[in-house]
């Protein structure tokens, strides 16, 4: 591909800012693991679904396959080390507890090149909810993933772990809807938009699941109407929020001036809705599908990096779709091959 001069722009941080993008979220180690279909069975568990579960449960999982690869992840700690390896300077906001995987967690963020900002909570070996949070994603051969998550800590963030400073400092502030569920959600979300509002920092929102949309319909078309800059959806969720029949549709009723919505279409690539139409672009080619855990966050990540480094909206989704291309390739959610040497051979930087 050519480079293009319009698509090759500043990558300074924004004036006055520390950061790029600051993503807030759920803090999870990740337990990455393959087995066969049968073992999903043997666990009880529902091939390709998200179920929470408690921390003794995630302990018989363990005694089931394993420890496993442990990285730190999360849905939007995905998107931060993304940002990270495309050469961007990303914060990350969550809980973890005061035991090793929070340790870890912590340490394994930084030489990722994000910067942690995390609310620490007293460990406590007998508490399900005062443990770091854990995540077991079992990968089958069809390239699926199923996860059992137990939450701990992580679902523990609250206002108070909102430092506005972190968010002021940002170029961009991202969360997705699984902070919606969280017990001081309401709190959280007014301390994150009052400091972006307070600084000029952009914010992003990504739609997380589609059920999770039917959850929190009234808040989250509360910012999609009249907040937020940016909005990440698959096809499914942003379906459920608008009631639309196809994406053109549902990109057209929540269109606004200003807004920009970006839809990812699996195989069939992404669209991008925004002050300047639709645009329609194909998938990245990708020369093995092993596991798709993680393919929105690195969306999200190319994406954001792109909007905060000078790149229009269609040009930021064609660096989102490079980074996810990438992560579908193997297993884990964390790029494993620079994404700036890839975008950089695309032409995109």
Do not use: W
């Amino acid at each position: 591909m050519n480079k293009v001069a319009s698509e090759v722009p500043d990558t300074a941080i924004a004036p006055g800012k520390t950061f790029d993008v600051v993503c807030v979220g759920n803090a999870l180690m990740d337990h990455l693991a393959h087995a066969e279909i049968a073992i999903l069975e043997t666990l009880g568990f529902a091939p390709g679904a998200m179920t929470l579960v408690d921390i003794a449960t995630t302990e018989r999982i363990k005694s089931v396959l394993g420890d496993g690869r442990l990285v730190p992840g999360g849905t939007v700690t995905n998107t931060a080390v993304g940002i990270a390896s495309l050469g961007g300077t990303p914060a990350f906001v969550g809980a973890v507890a005061t035991d090793d995987l929070g340790d870890r967690y912590a340490t394994d963020l930084e030489a990722c090149g994000v910067h942690a900002v995390l609310q620490r909570f007293p460990f406590d070996p007998d508490g399900d909810e005062a443990a770091t949070g854990r995540c077991y994603v079992i990968v089958t051969p069809d390239a699926e993933r199923t996860m059992a998550t137990a939450l701990g800590v992580g679902g523990r963030l609250d206002s108070a772990g909102i430092d506005p400073r972190v968010i002021s400092g940002a170029d961009l502030v991202y969360f997705d809807g699984y902070v919606l569920d969280l017990p001081d959600a309401t709190a959280l979300v007014a301390r994150v938009l009052e400091a972006a509002r307070s600084s000029s920092t952009r914010i992003a929102l990504g739609l997380a699941d589609a059920l999770l949309v039917e959850r929190h319909r009234r808040v989250i078309e509360g910012l999609v109407s009249e907040i937020v800059d940016y909005v990440f959806a698959n096809e499914p969720e942003i379906l459920a929020l608008t009631g639309a029949e196809d994406v053109e549709q549902a990109l057209l009723s929540v269109g606004r001036p200003g807004l920009v919505v970006a839809v990812t279409r699996g195989g069939e690539g992404a669209t991008v809705g925004s002050d300047d139409g639709i645009v329609d672009l194909p998938a990245h080619e990708v020369e093995r599908v092993v596991d798709v855990t993680g393919a929105g966050d690195l969306f999200a990540a190319g994406f954001c990096f792109g909007v905060t480094h000078g790149h229009e909206p269609v040009s930021a989704a064609r660096l989102g779709m490079i980074a996810a291309s990438e992560v579908i390739g193997h297993l884990g959610a964390r790029p494993e091959t620079s994404l700036a040497e890839l975008a950089r051979f695309q032409g995109l930087l």
